[in-house]
């Protein structure tokens, strides 16, 4: 494998959560080919991050795994930071993440759920805007890209743990754009449908729209150079779920009831990465 010729994102040295697998895994690649010189990436598992890291490096980056719980702040902040002094980062992705696979009523799922959807996203962004505001402005790129999902645009029965804190940072990153953008530095948020992950794996509900997780990073790769503040695709459920955010609080309530429930099983037919 190599890089794409005479094509760059201009990020040299990045920081992706979550890149043992989906959507972590394909941007990680993506920018490998873009041109990316160094991938600081985190997970949870040792022998995917060592499957990343090869496919990294076979494409020229030079990758540095690290064996991560995004939820643990103090280590998160650490890693961020000694990273940073390796190679001044000019984009971090905050994009690790996990739903409850239909486990709703477990108090200690839910809550683990937030813990790494949001608690996992602060302990990414804080520390890097921290050390962006460290940095003379227009020396190195300073861009901050958080992954949501379209589920973060209104509530879902069935999935309430997962949907609530993907809208808390569609929210967070929407915010954010706005407050540091006289700063000079760039914030994304990224809200994908259904996309090819080991949360997808295990789905055994309908997945209109699906795409493979390197179609997804091309899409999201492209948004974040751009500086786009909102990354929402595929466009017809985008479109969906903006016309149900719409409705009367009733009516949009008869539609979900209509909407099979998701159980964590593994979805029939759906090969794993």
Not at 61 to 87: F, N
Not at 135 to 144: S, Y
Not at 167 to 192: S, W
Request: proline content about 6%; overall charge positive.
């Amino acid at each position: 494998m190599e890089r794409e010729n005479g094509r760059t994102s201009g990020f040299r040295n990045v920081l992706v959560t979550g890149a043992t697998s989906g959507i972590g895994e394909a941007c990680a690649e993506w920018l490998a080919r873009r041109g990316a010189e160094r991938i600081f990436f985190c997970g949870r598992d040792e022998a995917r991050l060592a499957a990343v890291a090869e496919r990294l490096r076979a494409l020229g980056a030079d990758a540095r795994p690290e064996r991560l719980d995004v939820s643990d702040a103090d280590a998160a902040r650490d890693w961020i930071r000694r990273c940073d002094a390796v190679a001044p980062l000019d984009l971090v992705f905050a994009n690790a993440g996990m739903s409850a696979d239909g486990r709703e009523d477990d108090e200690a799922v839910v809550r683990r759920v937030f813990a790494v959807n949001v608690g996992g996203v602060l302990n990414t962004v804080l520390p890097a805007l921290a050390l962006y505001r460290e940095r003379p402005e227009g020396r190195v790129a300073r861009r901050i890209a958080i992954t949501s999902s379209m589920t973060g645009y209104h509530g879902m029965p069935q999935c309430p743990a997962y949907s609530a804190s993907k809208a808390c940072v569609k929210a967070l990153g929407a915010a954010l754009r706005g407050r540091v953008r006289g700063e000079g530095i760039a914030v994304t948020t990224i809200c994908p449908g259904f996309v090819r992950s080991r949360i997808t794996d295990r789905n055994t509900c309908p997945m209109p729209f699906f795409l493979e997780a390197p179609a997804a990073a091309e899409i999201i790769g492209r948004g974040i150079e751009r500086g786009r503040g909102i990354v929402s695709f595929p466009w017809p459920m985008r479109l969906a779920t903006w016309w149900l955010s719409t409705l009367p609080e009733a009516l949009s309530e008869r539609i979900f009831r209509l909407l099979p429930e998701k159980t964590g099983a593994k979805r029939p037919g759906v090969p794993t990465p």
